[in-house]
């Protein structure tokens, strides 16, 4: 009667054990799809960075930066281009003040080269020697 009931017992759950899967799996399958999803993230986030689409990037149709000198730890002078008018205007952490309207503009700095072509340069010079 005992060897019955076992024998009962191990048909009802004999299945459930064999289809079950380790907690290994499904820990290494929950970890791989967490990394899928974040590298999305990432994918996406420089593909949008390499548009340069100026509404996501917080830039403003008419508003640029042409140029910024910092002056101290937090407070810098920094020349805008306002729809086509540049002005100067001082920044610090409590205010922004307009200092001047400039009467001729100024020339927007060239941009500086990459990273990845300055490192280009400097292996290519300790090639060259």
Request: glycine share 6%; charged share 15%.
């Amino acid at each position: 009667m005992a060897r019955l009931q076992l024998t009962t017992i191990g048909l009802v759950f004999a299945p459930s054990a064999y289809s079950a899967t380790s907690t290994g799996e499904n820990l290494a399958t929950t970890f791989a799809a967490l990394l899928a999803v974040i590298g999305v993230i990432f994918a996406l986030a420089w593909v949008l960075k390499r548009m340069q689409v100026p509404s996501l990037m917080g830039a403003k149709a008419g508003l640029k930066v042409v140029s910024q000198l910092p002056l101290g730890q937090k407070e810098r002078v920094v020349v805008l281009e306002v729809n086509g008018e540049q002005v100067l205007v001082g920044v610090t952490p409590q205010q922004i003040t307009l200092l001047k309207t400039l009467d001729t503009p100024m020339a927007e700095p060239e941009q500086s080269p990459s990273f990845s072509s300055q490192l280009n340069n400097i292996l290519k010079k300790n090639d060259a020697s």
